[in-house]
């Protein structure tokens, strides 16, 4: 069996907390005490609550003394250098002297926390740290409790902690990008310019790095055997018995035999088990003699081109997009591996993204189609009601849509997708159970190969998203926070044969906001949707993306999350307080990217 466990073998980024003291004898020892209390106790907010990909808690490492001044706050970035902390947060309890304790790492993202109380106001030192960091183009979060507290307390306010967690998950999401890299396997397809791979995007903005693999390396790899043969012959007995053939839609002379459907199982079996070595590396190649194979690209996301050169000839790529799209497969729960059909490599991004938020998997999707209550009421003789009175959204792809997109896992008897190591075994069986893998149209796919046919189940909260890329502006970020929604069996099986049925199929209502130029209606939100692919998360994550484009220096340029809930940095507010918006663009512009 494959050893994985070398997927982040460097280790995770760590939190660093800086607690600050005023440098004079008897403040300084009045304070201390009580400073690094306050650092403890955000450690152990952060610990308790957020956790790295592999489901380990964050690891917070606090300094060993407060500082006061130059000599050590360098001593504190020396040793976060060495103890690979990749998010700062400084906590102070009352005045300290900004210029000779501050942390100047403009990659590292940052935000200070300032004790609300009025004997020795750490918002003072907030104020005077925050404006620093500004006039020096050194952008930092400001987090500030709204109501007073008493000097002897050591609690941290409910909204202080909320504001802590959302920036530091959107911080650690940008720290797992650094250093990584996205793996491109083959090129554009057909014509979509999603697929184009902009290294400076990659390498300014994400801190990323790019690889290149002709497709031909999968088919080299398929034909000389450069693959786990022991883990093949698992993965293959796992599919034949958990993976449901669904009925062949295509007439009876273009149907495959099943010999030639049975190879090709064995062929995208193959797939994704060697688009997997690409992206991690395996070193049981090593040990049949494949030593340069067994490498990998260290990539945390890479993307199939498929269309057309692969699937006119050879089984299309859903198979292996959507088993290490889902957090589970062969081995068990893991981690999901983020794949992009048709190497959009900007829906990968996008998925990136929402995975390191939430860690959880992602549903890849087309915005296929708007349709309004009245089309849906003409088609069908059915009327939208609750969430989808406003209309849905059809979301659907050709099966590269993580199986945790079923629904059939649940939080408090809901439907809800969830980090791999909270998912049973009877939640995969689940999953698995709602899918079925239908052979794919030879009119589309004349290679043949399977693609998932699921319905994604109603009343989940989800989060849809893209990253874009627009000339003159750079790369910006849209969103749409809404619920998955049920519509009758029949209702959707009327509108699913109008598109490509044996695909995965999720509804989708946004929430709406009454006035909004764009969210008062769902057909504008596809109207201005920029793409069209999209990727959909669980759970109402927007406040978190704006919060990491911040981080980034990417603009929103649409979402419906309430103003009062945006954290980005302070320096925002000075490019204009009454629209949020266009100071968000104005912010991205000054600033520019993050590793510029």
Same mark, same amino acid.
């Given at each position: ?21 005023? #440098?004079?004898?008897?403040?300084? =020892? *009045?304070? %201390? ?5 306050? $650092?403890?106790? !955000? @450690?152990? &907010? /952060? ?106 307390? #050591?609690?941290?306010?409910?909204? =202080? *902690?909320? %504001? ?5 998950? $959107?911080?650690? !999401? @940008?720290? &797992? /990008? ?122 945390? $996301? ?295």
């Amino acid at each position: 069996m494959a050893d994985l466990a070398h997927r982040y073998e460097r280790g995770f980024p760590k939190i660093g907390i800086r607690p600050i003291i005023d #440098r004079r004898k008897l403040v300084k =020892a *009045a304070t %201390k005490e009580m400073t690094m209390e306050l $650092a403890q106790e !955000a @450690a152990r &907010l /952060l610990s308790a609550n957020l956790r790295y990909p592999d489901g380990t808690p964050v690891v917070c490492v606090v300094n060993d003394v407060c500082i006061s001044g130059l000599k050590e706050a360098a001593d504190c970035a020396d040793k976060f250098a060495k103890e690979n902390v990749g998010v700062l947060l400084t906590v102070a309890s009352g005045w300290c002297y900004p210029l000779e304790t501050m942390e100047t790492d403009s990659r590292l993202p940052h935000a200070v926390w300032g004790f609300n109380g009025t004997e020795r106001p750490g918002a003072v030192y907030m104020g005077a740290l925050h404006a620093a960091h500004n006039q020096k183009g050194l952008p930092v979060f400001k987090i500030y409790g709204r109501h007073i507290q008493d000097i002897g307390e #050591r609690t941290i306010p409910a909204d =202080a *902690a909320d %504001k802590l967690l959302r920036f530091t998950r $959107a911080g650690l !999401a @940008a720290a &797992l /990008l650094r250093g990584k890299s996205y793996l491109s396997i083959g090129s554009v397809s057909m014509g979509i310019a999603g697929c184009i791979v902009d290294d400076d995007f990659y390498q300014r903005y994400l801190g990323m790095k790019n690889a290149y693999v002709d497709m031909t390396e999968v088919s080299r790899r398929i034909e000389r055997g450069i693959y786990d043969e022991e883990e093949f012959g698992r993965a293959l007995a796992w599919v034949k018995e958990k993976c449901i053939e669904g009925a062949d839609p295509n007439p009876d002379a273009l149907i495959i035999p099943e010999a030639q459907k049975a190879q090709n199982w064995e062929t995208v079996v193959k797939m994704a088990l060697i688009v997997r070595d690409l992206m991690i590396g395996n070193q049981r190649l090593a040990e049949r003699g494949f030593e340069e194979e067994a490498y990998g690209y260290n990539a945390i $996301a890479s993307g199939f081109q498929g269309q057309r050169e692969w699937t006119d000839h050879l089984p299309s790529a859903d198979f292996l997009e959507a088993v290490l799209n889902s957090s589970f497969d062969w081995n068990g729960t893991r981690e999901p591996y983020i794949v992009a059909t048709e190497n959009d490599n900007l829906n990968a991004v996008t998925m990136l993204f929402q995975h390191y938020l939430t860690n959880t998997a992602q549903i890849f999707a087309d915005v296929r189609a708007y349709w309004s209550h009245e089309a849906v009421e003409r088609v069908t003789g059915h009327r939208l009601e609750g969430r989808a009175a406003g209309g849905v959204l059809h979301l659907i792809n050709s099966g590269p849509a993580a199986l945790d997109g079923t629904g059939e896992m649940t939080r408090d008897g809901l439907p809800a997708m969830k980090p791999h190591w909270e998912i049973t075994e009877e939640e995969v069986d689940r999953c698995l159970a709602a899918t079925s893998w239908r052979p794919t149209y030879m009119d589309q796919f004349a290679g043949g190969g399977h693609s998932t046919d699921f319905l994604t189940r109603g009343g989940m909260p989800v989060t849809m998203a893209r990253v874009n890329l627009v000339e003159g502006v750079g790369p910006v970020l849209q969103l749409a926070e809404g619920y998955t929604v049920d519509l009758p069996e029949d209702v959707h099986a009327a509108l699913d044969e109008r598109t490509t049925p044996t695909w995965p199929t999720t509804w989708f209502a946004p929430r709406l906001v009454p006035g909004d130029p764009v969210f008062d209606d769902t057909y504008t939100v596809m109207e201005h949707w920029g793409s069209n692919h999209c990727v959909v998360s669980y759970g109402h994550i927007g406040e978190d993306l704006v919060t990491l484009a911040s981080i980034l220096r990417i603009p929103v340029n649409m979402h419906n999350v309430d103003a009062k809930r945006l954290l980005r940095p302070s320096a925002w507010s000075a490019f204009g307080t009454k629209d949020p918006e266009g100071a968000d663009y104005r912010a991205c512009a000054a600033y520019g990217p993050l590793y510029k």
